[in-house]
């Protein structure tokens, strides 16, 4: 009875009721948004790199590390000597190891030395492994293999020539060894898509002809001389490594950070990983509680309509208190028609972000890399939703208790 | 010729000295750290901790009472499952134990024997024949569990806090076939919820 009530009033209102709902409904929807996101994005961001055990590098921060090679971005950590590289690759508990030279770039994009194990071993999103969508991995030293975004952003195709140039904002271009691109790698989102993967003898063999970072003048080795040099680099960035079974990790790990010849660091992606969104996570939280204050600015715009429904609902409650009705029905009937609102609002908020993730996910995964999982809703949403309704009928209480008050008082005289 | 001798010897000495690797671990009291890799059904842990968070003191044991406190702290950490606590439904047995009071950067402090004197009387619990004057000292334990059912392995509760109670966190690492994690456990919350790891 008082349902329909409740329904029949705020028929008659559509046209506030229907604004009060829609600002419910996008402030849940953002809410419900920014979670999304945040939880995508953290998703994400640990997807980056999965069944590596250990990264080694030169000893600094694990965060640097990381970020170094892995995102390829921060400051560049020292290299680690070709030696101590052979020395940890022939340690027993390492089953795979993949080294990784950085420092070099092609327009925009850095350029990484790497041997063809790269391929195999380089994990993401929960052990998907690289694809190519064109061409064949690098089996010649001035063969290239180009991450999906590299190819978009600068259109190259397979067979193209290249130019790799010498540090990362450069103006001096290896113009004189002519790389080639023999394949190109499939969409991964991760910063593998903005990478120029070249083998660990290619890095060496850009520098033939050069020294003190200069071009030596007038000295152009020809490719086929330069094939036939060694080309063993001297030192790498980076390594990945495998162990034969998680129990030796720490042990790896422990044996690589007390390694006496040289300071070397070992860190566990996954660890660092959740280091580095330690840090991230802060702004992610301030995100989510300007939301939240949107989600609590529309119920008190809510409330605020209640409000100002009251004075020209005062004969309509007087008419319900001759017909009998308590006060208390009066106070239930404001408290029931905010939650309804509250519901209706929260519900089409709900609806809204599904539409606006249908629209966006292939968006948002072709530009940031950012997958968004459409799925039924959780139960933190589920509750987040209740606690909308909640809180509606919480603000409600205060129009509906002055509307008690004065359906006591002046419920039967109205003066107008 | 004579004279000679202890010249080539100081010579030959000397790069031996420079070559030495001087490098400590990190030593925060109140933090140890706790880690923890599962393969199948083994688990191997590895614990470190300050002596300040086991033993209250540092210093190399001297009188009885300290000596003894380090040996009960010994036998404490060679029960793991009594500090470390895993569902019974686990069915965990620990098939290895092993704990050690190590003396951490005394080696190489080989000037400062020349000054310090009170530090010879030990006849440390530690293998090293160190002075400890500037050096820190941390308890380390490994373990190896076996597991009837590694998947009931849900949570893990740590009355290691009320056991040692100048401890206040404890870093815990896991490493599984599926990566690698890191929690913080802290005094006031000793448990840790495992569930989804395994």
Known sequence: MILRLAIASLGARALTVAMTILAIALSVALFLGVEKVRTGAKASFADTISGTDLIVGARSGSVQLLLYSVFRIGNA??????????????????????????????????????????????RYRQDRALQMSDGVVMDDLFDTVIGADVAAT??????????????????????DQPFRISGILAKTGTPVDRTVVVSLEAIEAIHVDWQGGAQIPGRATPPDTIRAMDLQPSAITAALIGVQSPLQTFAL??????????????????????????????????LLGVSAMVVV????????????????????????????????????????????????????????????????????????????????PTMREVWTMVGVVGAGALVSLVPAIRAYRLSLADGMTVKT | MKPTIPLLLAIAAGPAFAQETRQMDAHEHGVGSLNIAVDGSTLAMEFHAPGADIVGFEYVAETDADRAS?????????????????????GCTVTQAAA??????????????????????????????????????????????????????????FPYFETFENARELEVQIVTGSGAQ????MRDTPSLDLSGLF
């Open chain 1, 77 to 122: 950590t020292n290299n680690v000597t070709w030696d101590s590289y052979l020395d940890i690759a022939s340690q027993p508990q390492v089953d795979w190891i993949v080294p990784i030279s950085l420092g070099d770039s092609h327009r925009q994009f850095r350029v990484m030395g790497t041997t063809t194990a790269f391929f195999d071993r380089y």
């Open chain 1, 154 to 175: 600068l259109g190259y195709a397979v067979g193209d020539p290249i130019v790799v140039a010498h540090g990362l904002a450069s103006f001096t271009e290896h113009a």
């Open chain 1, 253 to 286: 790990q422990r044996a690589i950070n007390e390694y006496p010849e040289e300071p070397l660091l070992a860190v566990l992606p996954g660890v660092a990983l959740q280091e580095l969104w330690a840090i991230v996570g802060i702004a992610e939280t301030a």
């Open chain 1, 297 to 376: 600015t529309a119920l008190i715009g809510m409330m605020a309509t209640i409000f100002s429904s009251l004075n020209e609902r005062r004969r309509e409650m007087a008419i319900f208190r001759a017909m009998g009705a308590r006060p208390a029905t009066i106070l239930g009937l404001l408290v029931l028609e905010a939650m309804l609102m509250a519901a209706i609002g929260a519900t089409l908020g709900m609806a809204l972000l599904y539409i606006g993730l249908l629209i966006l996910q292939p968006v948002l995964d072709g530009a940031f890399g950012l997958w968004l999982p459409i799925e039924a």
């Open chain 2, 70 to 90: 380090v040996e009960e702290a010994v036998v404490t950490l060679g029960q793991p499952l009594d500090l470390f606590v895993v569902p019974t439904a686990a």
């Open chain 2, 100 to 157: 050690e009071l190590e003396v951490e950067g005394a080696h190489d402090d080989e000037e400062m024997h020349g000054e310090d004197d009170h530090g010879h009387a030990e006849e440390g619990h530690s293998d090293e024949d160190d002075d400890a004057a500037a050096s820190h000292t941390e308890f380390h334990a490994e373990y190896q569990l076996d597991c009837t059912d590694p998947s009931a392995l849900t949570e893990m509760t």
């Open chain 2, 182 to 185: 890191a929690f913080e456990v």
